[in-house]
């Protein structure tokens, strides 16, 4: 069965550069979420999109923007990167009518 | 804020016993749990969902579910090293797209 992807898989950054991580949902999903996970912390959620409209927003840096494209893949936008923002990054996605959430392999990002 | 709360661990079990994971939650209204497990540095993988009252059997996974006491459990028969992970307790926040709360996750170490 079709799986979320993300891309990259590893990045590494400098402080005050810029990342974009990327996200291919499930087929048919229309529900979109970003999650942050730092070291031995649990996910922790950034924003989501229903039908390519940001729908909610958690603790997301302003520093942070996403969106929505019209194949329904989005894309996490990260400027001024510090290294606190160093963490994985995953993807999940849903489908109509359920709560249930899928997640991708993650981003790991490193700011140096 | 909802809150949902897991003993951190680690949770040791030897070979063929049964591990007991415990989960509790703070918003009576919830109607939907998740279990998900997690390796070291992989994303989290959807193992159980559990919408109603009682017990939920997947294989060697069982899922409790007690409304009234506002907790929830997994229960994994014959546990194998292969089930040394991390296991989070979730529940969607009832908002606008129901963003999943997590737990801290409690930490399996099956012993062989």
């Known amino acids: 069965a079709a799986g979320v992807i993300q891309s990259p898989r590893h990045l590494i950054k400098e402080k005050r550069e810029t990342a974009t991580l990327k996200c291919y949902p499930i087929?048919?999903?229309?529900?979109v979420y970003w999650y942050q996970q730092g070291p031995g912390q649990d996910p922790q959620f950034l924003i989501s999109?229903?039908?390519?409209?940001?729908?909610d927003k958690g603790s997301i840096p302003d520093r942070f923007s996403a969106q929505q494209f019209s194949d329904y893949h989005s894309e996490l936008n990260m400027s001024s990167l510090e290294l606190g923002d160093s963490a994985l990054y995953f993807c999940?996605?849903?489908?109509?009518?359920?709560?249930?959430?899928?997640f991708g392999p993650g981003t790991r990002l490193t700011v140096t | 804020q909802k809150e949902v709360e897991q003993n951190s661990g680690p949770l040791s079990v030897p070979e063929g016993a049964i591990a007991s994971l415990n989960c509790t939650y703070s918003?009576?209204?919830?109607?939907?749990f998740f279990w998900y497990r997690q390796y070291s540095g992989k994303s989290p993988e959807l193992i159980m969902s559990?919408?109603?009252?009682g017990d939920k059997e997947d294989g060697r996974f069982t899922a409790q579910l007690n409304k009234a006491s506002q907790y929830v459990s997994l229960l994994i028969r014959d546990s194998q090293p292969s089930d040394s992970a991390t296991y989070l307790c979730?529940?969607?926040?009832?908002?606008?797209?129901?963003?999943?709360?997590f737990g801290t996750g409690t930490l399996l170490a099956v012993q062989p």
């Open positions: 979730a529940v969607p926040d009832g908002g606008a797209t129901n963003k999943l709360i």
């Open positions: 918003d009576r209204g919830s109607q939907s």
């Open positions: 087929p048919r999903h229309d529900t």
């Open positions: 999940a996605s849903s489908p109509r009518d359920s709560h249930e959430q899928y």
């Open positions: 559990i919408y109603s009252n």
């Open positions: 999109f229903y039908e390519k409209m940001q729908s």
